[in-house]
């Protein structure tokens, strides 16, 4: 019997040492579970302050969380969209945003496509007109996709202020001209004598004065150009061109220059046979290919050469190069050459006059085709190439 108890005992005390053990654990596992609810609450919290919209998609494009800044740029209440798939909301984001949802889309659906480094921003309007940047990124914990985050920045201010800028250039720009026509049309009266005959220095000093109108009538031209584009007063009248019509005429425009100015060049033209017509506004086709073609004679010691080349690329697009064998590129400078302002350092630039607008236009006037432009160049002193695409004409356009 006492054995028995004995037994009983034992068992009753190894008990209470597992009891002790199990709360002890419970007790741990509890706090663990406090804290990681104390570290959610407050990166939540912290998600909730932020000015920046922040919207949180899981794997499978549910919608799981999104904050206070996200509602109100977004404009749209919480519990509507809350855990409710993306796909569901295609018309509170409106058109602006489908590339925005594709490519979330597109991650959930392949987690595979997504490259490390990819990101995706763009700017959206949204459908009461204002406007909001959106960042996407990827979750990714060890290879496992999780989600995405979409940061939105309510970017109206910035815009108008911007496109407010650029107006105020524009005018500017725009008054400039009247003064600046007169002065120079005087300049050309004095110059052809018709104030009375002049000593050599004081024509000397008037063609110092007519150089430099010169200059000054380029850069207001450059920045009432680019200020309107910007501003968004440029509208551009599309029709069907032929493409090697503009660049004769632009090269036999530059072949008289270049007798005029004794800086003898090389000029050529080379289309493929039946060169598709594209899709342009005359007049700013021409001012493109002006551009790229006047580059490449200024930057281009005499006796150079400068090829224009028209290709069709795969039925729906044409090709224009413009070879030269000039001054050529650098590396560093070819990331900046399309910035605005931005000039190179080779003797032959700084000896041109020029604004550093040019290709900033170019390249705006390029993308309001929907083309794209390029340019290769194997670094100084080896010529450069400036490539761009147009569509080509279709029919029924
Ligand atoms: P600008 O000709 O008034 O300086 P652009 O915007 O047309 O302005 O060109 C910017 C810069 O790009 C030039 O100053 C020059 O350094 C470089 N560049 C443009 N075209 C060429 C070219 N064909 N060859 C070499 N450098 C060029």
Redesign the pocket.
């Known amino acids: 019997m006492v054995k028995a108890i004995a037994g009983q005992v034992a068992i009753a005390i190894n008990n209470a040492h597992l009891y002790e053990l199990i709360r002890d654990q419970a007790e741990r596992l509890g706090g663990m579970l406090r804290k990681e609810q104390e570290e959610a609450s407050r990166s939540q919290a912290i998600l909730e302050a932020v000015a920046d919209g922040v919207v949180v998609t899981g794997p499978d494009n549910e919608i799981t969380f999104l904050n206070n800044s996200a509602t109100s740029i977004l404009g749209f209440a919480t519990e509507n969209i809350l855990h409710q798939t993306l796909d569901a909301f295609g018309g509170i984001f409106g058109k602006a945003a489908s590339t925005w949802m594709q490519t979330i889309n597109d991650w959930s659906n392949d987690p595979a496509s997504y490259q490390p480094g990819d990101s995706y921003a763009e700017q959206l309007e949204l459908e009461d007109g204002r406007i909001a940047l959106v960042h996407l990124a990827p979750v990714i914990l060890q290879n496992d996709f999780l989600g995405t985050v979409s940061i939105f920045r309510d970017i109206t201010h910035e815009v108008e202020v911007d496109r407010l800028k650029s107006e105020f250039v524009a005018t500017v720009s725009h008054e400039l001209r009247t003064p600046m026509t007169s002065i120079r049309g005087y300049v050309d009266i004095l110059l052809m004598g018709a104030a009375g005959a002049m000593n050599e220095n004081q024509v000397h000093f008037l063609q110092i004065v007519k150089n430099n109108t010169e200059r000054l009538n380029?850069l207001v031209n450059?920045l009432l150009d680019i200020s309107r584009i910007e501003a968004g007063r440029i509208t551009l009248s599309p029709q069907s061109l032929d493409l090697r019509d503009v660049a004769e005429d632009v090269l036999a425009d530059i072949l008289r220059r270049s007798e005029e100015e004794n800086k003898p060049m090389a000029f050529s033209l080379e289309t493929t046979k039946n060169l598709p017509r594209v899709l342009g506004d005359a007049e700013r086709i021409r001012q493109v290919l002006g551009?790229?073609i006047?580059?490449?004679y200024?930057?281009?010691p005499e006796n150079g050469q400068v090829t224009v080349n028209i290709s069709a690329t795969n039925g729906s697009l044409v090709r224009v190069d413009?070879k030269?064998s000039?001054?050529?590129?650098s590396q560093e400078?070819q990331e900046r050459?399309?910035d605005r302002f931005?000039?190179?350092?080779?003797p032959l630039?700084l000896a041109?006059?020029?604004?550093?607008?040019?290709?900033?236009?170019?390249k705006q006037l390029i993308e309001m085709h929907h083309g794209k432009i390029w340019?290769e160049?194997g670094g100084e002193g080896k010529?450069?190439t400036?490539s761009f695409t147009l569509p080509a004409y279709k029919k029924d356009e």
């Open positions: 380029i450059d551009n790229l006047d580059n490449a200024h930057y281009t413009v030269d000039g001054v050529g590129i400078d050459i399309f931005y000039r190179g350092e080779d630039v041109t006059p020029g604004t550093g607008l040019g290709l900033a236009i170019v340019l160049s010529g450069s400036f």
